[in-house]
């Protein structure tokens, strides 16, 4: 259903209000949503996407006050989120005793992570007046969805409410960072770079611990399309589909291409990612091949989920 219609978002917060899920588009990709505070709504999410319980989901908020109600956010936290909010940015921050965030958004830990989505979904939170919990809408374990028809196709025969308001501006998810009393720990990188976060709040950006799941999301294998992945492509193996990065100039073109950015640019890239891998996968090649993507700025949050959609499958 068009975002834009007016019955659209009626029928929205109809649907939350009853406990339903609906899928809602923000800037990053599309998130399946529901009351945070209703656990058995929170339950429909894990159902529908069938998402392992132990993963926590980001509540969204319509802004800091209402991101106070339920995390403690400390100095370094409300910078970001002043910074940053709205957009692609997730704070965790330690869950406030009196929240009424179900405790199967947090998956037992003591954290929250809350984010203020930029666009239409924050309109809807807002009027609804309490956080919504939304992982992305793909089903567990495949490529993000940044169309409401990418998502409309993740769950054929189900009555959920689509709401779309056309593709996702920046096209991967959030940046998720946790800050400490003297450091940020960057749990997910995303469209807010690690130098953005040290600039904004003047703290030091770590990486999280390789090895430790902190983010469930960085469990290795993850955003997978079907076909194998090969990544730092230069020459195209045959029978491969290309995802190609940059002007061509110099290099053969192949029958199964896709451009992420003739340009060079990453935020274009970005925003094309999930869905060219989801056309070129389409067509059922035995191997999907990726130039390589510039590890700097956006490039970094880029490879992160390329390197995860190439990772060996089934591993935690
Ligand atoms: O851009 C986004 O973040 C999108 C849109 C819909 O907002 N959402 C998204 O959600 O990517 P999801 O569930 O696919 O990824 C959320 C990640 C998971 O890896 C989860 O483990 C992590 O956030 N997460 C959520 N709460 C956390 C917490 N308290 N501590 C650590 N990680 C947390
Ligand atoms: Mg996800």
Request: charged residues 20%; hydrophobic residues 45%.
């Amino acid at each position: 259903m068009a975002a834009s219609e007016p019955e659209a978002r009626a029928a929205a917060l109809a649907a939350l209000s009853q406990g339903d899920c609906v899928a809602i588009p923000t800037e990053t990709v599309y998130g399946l949503a529901a009351d945070a505070t209703n656990g058995l709504a929170v339950a429909k999410i894990f159902a529908l996407k069938g998402r392992p319980s132990f993963n926590p989901l980001i509540c969204h908020v319509a802004d800091l006050e209402m991101a106070r109600l339920h995390g403690e956010i400390g100095d370094a936290a409300r910078k970001l989120a002043e910074a940053f909010w709205p957009g692609p940015l997730t704070l965790v921050a330690p869950k406030l005793p009196g929240s009424p965030i179900h405790e199967l958004c947090t998956a037992g830990l003591e954290t929250v992570g809350l984010r203020c989505p930029d666009g239409l979904s924050r309109e809807l939170i807002a009027e609804f007046g309490r956080p919504l919990a939304a992982p992305s809408a793909n089903r567990s374990g495949r490529i993000s969805t940044t169309s409401a028809q990418h998502v409309a196709e993740e769950y054929p025969g189900e009555p959920l409410l689509v709401l779309d308001a056309g593709p996702c501006r920046v096209g991967l998810e959030s940046t998720i960072v946790r800050p400490e009393p003297d450091r940020l720990v960057l749990l997910r990188p995303g469209a807010v770079t690690a130098q953005a976060l040290e600039q904004a709040c003047g703290l030091p950006v770590v990486a999280a611990q390789a090895g430790r799941i902190e983010a469930p999301g960085m469990m290795e294998s993850h955003y997978a399309p079907d076909a194998p992945l090969r990544l730092e492509v230069t020459g195209c193996p045959p029978g491969a589909a290309l995802l190609a990065f940059g002007n061509r100039q110099g290099r053969e073109d192949v029958g199964r291409m896709l451009n992420l950015s003739r340009s060079g640019d990453l935020a274009e890239a970005a925003a094309n990612l999930y869905a060219m891998l989801k056309r070129l996968d389409a067509a059922g090649p035995a191997l999907i091949a990726v130039e390589p993507i510039p590890q700097q700025g956006l490039g970094i949050a880029i490879n992160d989920r390329l390197k995860r959609a190439a990772a060996p499958r089934g591993k935690p």
